[in-house]
């Protein structure tokens, strides 16, 4: 079961450090080349990720926290 209703590439941060890095987003599309990306860069993993039983929502903007209450 997957917690995230948000496709793997939507964990992924596609800012300055991201394009500092040379990255290219099409690359971090599946979900193991996710983790590998954020395996060797954890500061480009979107936060926060809060998490309720067993649904979670990437709180960004912080009113996605409500999906977990509907």
């Known amino acids: 079961m997957h917690m995230l209703p948000n496709p793997p590439a939507d ?28 395996l060797r860069h954890p500061a480009l993993m979107q936060r926060p990720i809060i998490v309720k039983g067993r649904k979670a929502v990437i709180a960004r903007p912080s009113e996605k926290v409500l999906e977990l209450f509907s």
């Open 11 to 38: 964990l992924v941060r596609k800012d300055k450090n991201f394009t500092a890095l040379g990255l290219d987003a099409d690359t971090y599309v599946t979900r193991e080349a996710v983790i590998d990306l954020l």
